[in-house]
Nanobody, 118 residues
Framework: QVQLVESGGGLVQPGGSLRLSCAASGFTFHYYIMKWYRQAPGKERELVAAVTRDGGVKSYAESVKGRFTISRDNVRKTVYLQMNSLQLEDTAVYYC???????????WGQGTQVTVSS
């Protein structure tokens, strides 16, 4: 059974930090590109960060560059999103996604809420 389970969300003040985790099971984790998305109330889901299968290449949305860091541990089958200098606009539900473009397969987690508020 395929599962992606996010954790680490919560309430944080502006300028604070959170580390999200997404634990994978039920599929061959290191075959998949891993991505973090977010969806704020009333807005479309947007791509936040992505990391290649070996972790060697990472990309970020302009809005989070320099503040967020994506990483993965293929032994632990987990992808992380370190979020620093959080801003009010970062409030959203954060989702992880696994993609195998060649096989046209993707899996989504259930999401974790991040709320930035003073």
């Amino acid at each position: 059974q395929v599962q992606l389970v996010e954790s680490g969300g919560g309430l944080v003040q502006p300028g604070g930090s959170l580390r999200l985790s997404c634990a994978a099971s039920g599929f061959t984790f290191h075959y998949y590109i891993m991505k973090w998305y977010r969806q704020a109330p009333g807005k479309e889901r947007e791509l936040v960060a992505a990391v290649t299968r070996d972790g060697g290449v990472k990309s970020y949305a302009e809005s989070v560059k320099g503040r967020f860091t994506i990483s993965r541990d293929n032994v632990r089958k987990t992808v992380y999103l370190q979020m620093n200098s959080l801003q009010l606009e970062d409030t959203a539900v954060y989702y992880c996604k696994a993609e195998d473009l060649g096989a046209n397969i993707e899996y989504w987690g259930q999401g974790t809420q991040v709320t930035v508020s003073s």
